[in-house]
Structure formats: C-alpha cells, structure tokens
C-alpha cells in the first residue's frame, strides 16, 4: 500500500483516471494508483480537488492536514465504519475497574520500552543512565499497587521525566536538551518526537475509526474537549518503540544534521526543514514498515504498522469481553 506526504506549498492533489496526482508548484507531477492508496498527509498549504475529497470519503483513504511545523490540524472523515453498538460498550467502561486496570497494562508497558531503549544507547554510548533507569523501574512497580488512574498517571510522569534526563545524557551532545517541551518544542530532539507522535496519533486514530471505535472515548487519559484521548491511550505504549527510536538513531547516527532546523520562523520554538521533514518522514515510515516478532500473541513477523491494527483487534476483543487482561500491550526486547 502507498502512503503519500505532501510536504510542498501550493500543490494540487486530484483525481483523473482512476489514478491519483499530485501537481506541485514547480510543474512536476506525482502519479499514485488510487487502488494502492491507504492515507494522503498534507503538510502546509496544498488543496485537494472535490472528486479526489470524494474519492478518498468512498475508499475510505484518511486525508490528515498539518502545519508546515508539523501540528495538527484534523482530517477527513468518512462514516463508513461507524458501530454504534460497539461505541456504546466503550463509553460505559469509562472510569471503571476495566479502565483501570487497562491504565496500568499499558502504562507498565510504556515504562519498560523506555527502560529498554535507555539500555541500547547507555551500551552503545558507554554512559551510565543507572539512576534513570531505576526509577523507571520504581515506578513500574508502584503501579501494580495504584487504586485510581490519576495515581497511575503520576507514576507515568516520574518515570518520563527520568526518561528523558536519561536520552538527553545519551543523545549526541550536540542535540542535548532539557527534558520534554512542546508547543512549541524548543530544541531539535523535541521537534522531531513531537512531529513524529502527531503522525503515529494519525496512524491510530486512522486505525480506531476502521474498527469501529470512537477516537474521543478514551480509558486512561480524561476527557478534553477536541482530543482523541483514546488515540493518546493507545499512543503510550509505542512512544518509545517507534518515534523516540526513530529519532534517537538519526541524531546519534548522523542522518540528520543542525541545518536540518530551524528557529528563526514566525512562531516561536525549533521546527524541522522542508529537508528535515522528508528526511525524518522518510525514516518514520521505513520504521513503521519493520517487520518484529514483539507481540506476545503471535509466532510470526509483522510490520509496526501491522502490529498496530492487530492490538486494536485486541483492543476491541477486550472491550466487548469487558475484560482488560485480554489486551497485551506490546513489549520490546
């Protein structure tokens, strides 16, 4: 299947010949089978034309907008996939014993890929991130014991701030930062986390709205008007796995370089380059296409994208068993 970021201002994506095009400013054009296509990403100021709209609303192709900064806007939604029943069922397992219980799957989870991500640069660095790493650990173990969600969520929150204290110590020191910021973000690291989390949130809200369930009906994360909290549930657990990696190999592997940001723009904070976003985009993408064997529940190999469906299949198994010990949330090694 085709994924196609549009990352040029002024260029057109339309419809002819049961193929889809993209014309950009310079008068170069892009031809992409419309069968082949699964999602467009438009990235600053492109249009799209009202029969590729209404193509992709038939095809069920999701159609994300963002900022040329990489914030998110919203994207086009069809409702060919809508299961009320099933929606119904998920909201009443709102701040329940499954939430919570859920909460703490996945939040345990989180932890442990970040601990497992801490170790591969603290062996390749040669940089002792010991203490980071042992209150990663702490925290894990005091979820088991969490009566509430909040609770849950504060040990989520000790144990990102040692996370990060830890890849700032281990990241080229040339990128080295001071722990998380976004909007805006105000260093490199923290500009390619927070473009790539927008994509991966894109990439699951893509996925819940195909299974049936509802985006804004989230178990761990409260209820905020406008945000996809159950998007950001879902979104925990790969943080670490897929966009932190991701960014981490490209800085300490010298794929992307100072000039690849900039800070001078209009709004205030540090923001990739056209060339940094094709470049990050470019490695986003040939992460999401990796084939591992990380979920417990099968014996064979699945791309990151893949994997992501089939936890949403458990996902879904879970909420209608109304058993959260169903879900096993994805642990790297």
């Known amino acids: 299947m085709s994924l196609l970021f549009i990352n040029e201002n002024h260029a057109t994506i339309g419809i002819e010949e049961n193929r889809c095009f993209v014309k950009y400013a310079d008068g170069m054009k892009k031809i992409v089978p419309i069968e082949t296509l699964e999602s467009i990403t438009i990235m600053g100021h492109s249009q799209m034309t009202t029969q590729c709209v209404q193509e992709c609303l038939k095809r069920g192709i999701a159609v994300s907008y963002f900022?040329?900064?990489?914030?998110?806007f919203g994207r086009l939604q069809s409702t060919g996939h809508i299961n009320a029943q099933r929606q119904r069922k998920q909201s009443a397992l709102y701040d329940s014993e499954f939430a919570l219980d859920l909460s703490k799957a996945i939040i345990r989870a989180k932890l442990k890929n970040q601990s497992v991500v801490l170790r591969r640069y603290e062996k390749s660095g040669k940089i002792s991130v010991s203490e980071q790493l042992k209150m990663l650990h702490i925290c894990n173990e005091k979820i088991v014991y969490c009566k509430t969600i909040s609770e849950v969520m504060g040990y989520e929150g000790?144990?990102?701030k040692a996370y990060f204290e830890g890849l700032s110590a281990l990241i080229d020191s040339d990128f080295q930062f001071q722990g998380r910021s976004k909007r805006p973000p105000r260093d490199e690291f923290n500009s390619m986390i927070s473009l790539g989390y927008s994509v991966l949130m894109n990439e699951l809200y893509g996925k819940i709205e195909t299974?049936?369930?509802?985006?804004?009906?989230?178990?761990?994360?409260?209820?905020?008007?406008?945000?996809?909290?159950?998007a950001s549930d879902m979104m925990e657990e790969w943080r670490a796995v897929i966009v932190d990696s991701t960014a981490m190999s490209m800085i300490n592997g010298?794929?992307?370089?100072?000039?690849?940001?900039?800070?001078?723009?209009?709004?205030?904070?540090?923001?990739?380059?056209?060339?940094?976003?094709?470049l990050y985009l470019s490695k986003l993408e040939k992460k999401l296409q990796t084939e591992v064997r990380y979920l417990s529940y099968i014996d064979y190999a699945v791309s990151f994208r893949r994997a992501i469906?089939?936890?949403?299949?458990?996902?879904?198994?879970?909420?209608?068993?109304?058993?959260?010990?169903?879900?096993?949330?994805?642990?790297?090694?």
């Open 211 to 230: 299974k049936g369930l509802n985006p804004y009906f989230g178990f761990m994360h409260r209820d905020k008007e406008k945000h996809p909290t159950l």
């Open 158 to 160: 000790q144990g990102a």
């Open 254 to 278: 010298h794929e992307i370089h100072k000039e690849d940001f900039m800070t001078d723009m209009d709004e205030p904070g540090c923001f990739l380059t056209r060339n940094g976003i094709k």
């Open 67 to 72: 900022s040329k900064g990489g914030s998110y």
């Open 309 to 333: 469906a089939l936890q949403l299949d458990l996902l879904v198994k879970a909420i209608e068993s109304e058993d959260a010990s169903i879900y096993k949330p994805i642990e790297i090694r």
